[in-house]
């Protein structure tokens, strides 16, 4: 039987193109279902899940035991000095130094420690004692009930200083977002408080009707959740030293979730009336466009009309303004701070007979 030979041009069409779309196509067997070839995909998209599990797990682990290393290391550092005072139920932690009356307290910023204070403290413990504190669930603080508002901290500061047996009057020092705290502490207790200082404080004009946005609380709920594999600590939202990463990051979100509240209650408690105040300022020209800082900030000259506008709470008040630093006056300019103390100082002693300046042995 004869068999038709195909011509060079049949053979050339009946063959698919080489490099067309057809040559990354799976090839089907001939005269086949194509169950084999599906089976093989199949396992192969099991083996590359398979392994990105493996990686995440893999990298997980590194991050578990790379953030307790870092903890155990950082506790080892930055040793606790001071005491633990029970504040019912729950421990804040103390440190007093210095002797004389009236008494100096450091109040920390936004979820700062009071090692904030490192600079200042031995320099005030010259003329009077002072005391630094962390808040709850900051620092070596435990963690304490919530809302963290303005008014609750200023509470736990007042227990705090009762309970570990430092009797008032007290100068307040506080530092940004404390110092709406120590506006509660003084219109909660106003018997009790000689004087205060606001160093850069934030004024409630900044959170007052201002609740947090969804995204943030999105990103505190991812922080939450891997902290303990350490990802917040990679992008650098923990601070070095303790507490936990995974406390701090909670303590954080409770201390926002409560600003706008916090912000109403110094706004409704008034002002200082003649109680003697200092206010400091970190200077404009510190800043400049480029900056990235500047962009955490109001623009400068809005800072600067709610500093000056920070004196209006006392008729015996004076603004300083410190040269050459920014927002961090109190690591950078800590003698503008001690100075500041000294003049609240002095001048309730002047005026109280009962109150008397450290006596060196």
């Known amino acids: 039987m004869l068999r038709k030979v195909a011509t060079g041009r049949q053979r050339r069409e009946s063959k698919p193109f080489p490099w067309g779309p057809g040559c990354f196509a799976p090839r089907m067997p001939i005269g086949g279902d194509g169950r084999a070839v599906e089976k093989r995909t199949a396992s192969h998209a099991w083996y590359w899940l398979f392994g990105l599990l493996l990686l995440v797990s893999g990298l997980a682990l590194v991050g578990f035991f790379w953030e307790r290393s870092v903890e155990a290391r950082d506790a080892q550092r930055f040793p606790m000095t001071g005491q633990l005072v029970d504040v019912g139920g729950y421990r804040l932690h103390l440190n007093c130094t210095g002797a004389g009356s009236p008494t100096v307290v450091l109040e920390s910023g936004f979820a700062l420690t009071a090692r904030q204070w490192e600079q200042v403290q031995p320099g005030i413990a ?20 919530l809302p963290r508002t303005s008014k609750k901290m200023a509470e736990e500061l007042h227990v705090l200083l009762e309970h570990a047996g430092i009797p008032g009057p007290y100068v307040l020092v506080a530092h940004s977002y404390g110092g709406m705290s120590v506006r509660m502490f003084a ?3 106003p018997g009790e408080v000689a004087g205060v200082v606001l160093v850069d404080s934030v004024h409630p004009e900044r959170y007052f009707g201002r609740p ?9 709920w991812f922080y939450r959740m891997t902290a303990p594999f350490g990802i917040p600590r990679f992008l650098g939202r923990c601070p070095i030293g303790p507490p936990s990463c995974k406390r701090y990051v909670e303590t954080y979100q409770r201390m926002r979730e409560s600003t706008a509240e916090s912000a109403a209650q110094v706004v409704a408690a008034g002002d200082l009336g003649a109680l ?16 990235k800082e ?5 623009r400068e000259d809005t800072w600067m009309r709610r500093q000056r506008d920070l004196t209006r709470l006392s008729s015996n008040a004076s603004l300083v303004l410190a040269r050459g630093t920014s927002h961090q006056v109190p690591t950078e300019k800590p003698q503008i701070v001690i100075d500041a103390v000294a003049k609240i100082v002095a001048s309730a002693r002047s005026t109280s007979r009962h109150l008397q300046p450290y006596q060196r042995e």
């Open 294 to 298: 500047q962009e955490r900030w109001p």
């Open 187 to 189: 219109a909660l207790y």
């Open 212 to 220: 947090i946005p969804r995204s943030e609380k999105w990103r505190y």
């Open 126 to 145: 010259q003329f009077a004692r002072v005391c630094s504190y962390d808040h709850a669930g900051i620092g070596w603080s435990e963690p304490g009930p």
């Open 276 to 291: 003697p105040l200092v206010v400091i300022a970190h200077d404009p020209q510190a800043y400049t466009s480029s900056d």
